[in-house]
């Protein structure tokens, strides 16, 4: 019995590794994944670019090579207004038109024109060509960036503060008796100076009335002078015969058709759709 104290020292052992081996290990618990805060987003259909007066103050050209200086901001402006339409400013031309919106996405198509040329160095026609090939819009700080289709570039417009009221009567030519003086026509093609420019005249008034001389008739009207451009509507007439070489007439058959107007160089004229008809007016003493 000499070997028993061994034989239990050797148990003991076998016992201590089997309890050591049996032992489970502690699995740490799992550490939580922090969420990241996302920041609030101001969305595109939120922003708010309606009634507002935008003045154009450059070009941003993908390659740089046809970047945009406006020299004066004031003389090229957008509106857009909250029933869809649109005013342009193209230096000395207006325009009216109409724009979609969706999210960030813009279209601008526009309409009606006055024709004048505005000089050698205006950007009348480049403003006019980049308005519409816009797509979409950005704000950034403070300013409207239209971006034209296709990358092919940027149109930065600072915000002049809140619009007027629409109205496409262009200043200066309320309450003035304008004298028709020439007449220009595309098909065919001619220009006729009216004799006697004081025998036929053309008054806008407040409130959408007009004050019309035709030679020896008096004759009354009414238009709508808005950002879809003009509406000229004739009402009560005298009906005196003026003499065969009058152009009563004519005069009184030329409003109606005329959908735009403005001033150029001082002059009023009126035009009709597509520029057809072009009527010249001096200012009257």
């Given at each position: 019995m000499k070997h028993k104290p061994l034989l239990l020292l050797i148990v003991a052992i076998?016992?201590?590794?089997?309890?050591?081996?049996?032992?489970?290990?502690?699995?740490?618990?799992?550490?939580?994944?922090?969420?990241?805060?996302?920041?609030?987003?101001?969305?595109?259909?939120?922003?708010?670019?309606?009634?507002?007066?935008?003045?154009?103050?450059?070009?941003?050209?993908?390659?740089?090579?046809?970047?945009?200086?406006?020299?004066?901001?004031?003389?090229?402006t957008l509106v857009f207004r909250t029933d869809g339409t649109v005013e342009v400013q193209a230096d000395c031309n207006a325009i009216s038109g109409t724009f979609t919106r969706d999210g960030s996405s813009l279209q601008i198509t526009l309409g009606p024109s006055t024709m004048a040329a505005c000089g050698e160095n205006s950007l009348d026609s480049q403003f006019v060509e980049k308005l519409g090939a816009v797509g979409a819009f950005v704000m950034e700080d403070g300013k409207l960036v239209l971006n034209l289709m296709a990358d092919a570039g940027n149109m930065v417009f600072a915000n002049g503060g809140e619009a007027g009221a629409a109205s496409g009567v262009p200043e200066g030519v309320l309450n003035v008796v304008w004298q028709w003086s020439d007449l220009v026509e595309k098909a065919p093609a001619s220009q006729s100076a009216v004799p006697n420019p004081a025998n036929y005249t053309i008054t806008f008034r407040e409130g959408g009335k007009l004050e019309i001389k035709a030679d020896c008739n008096a004759v009354e009207g009414t238009y709508q002078w808005d950002a879809q451009g003009l509406k000229i509507e004739l009402g009560a007439s005298t009906l005196a015969f003026c003499g065969e070489d009058s152009l009563d007439q004519q005069f009184l058959s030329l409003l109606p058709n005329m959908v735009t107007g403005g001033l150029d160089g001082g002059r009023f004229f009126l035009e009709s759709a597509g520029g057809a008809e072009r009527m010249g007016f001096n200012r009257g003493e």
């Open positions: 076998l016992l201590a590794v089997v309890a050591a081996c049996g032992s489970p290990t502690a699995t740490p618990a799992p550490t939580a994944t922090p969420v990241p805060t996302v920041a609030p987003v101001e969305l595109a259909a939120e922003v708010e670019i309606t009634d507002i007066l935008w003045k154009w103050e450059q070009f941003q050209d993908q390659s740089d090579e046809g970047n945009i200086t406006v020299d004066d901001p004031d003389r090229y």
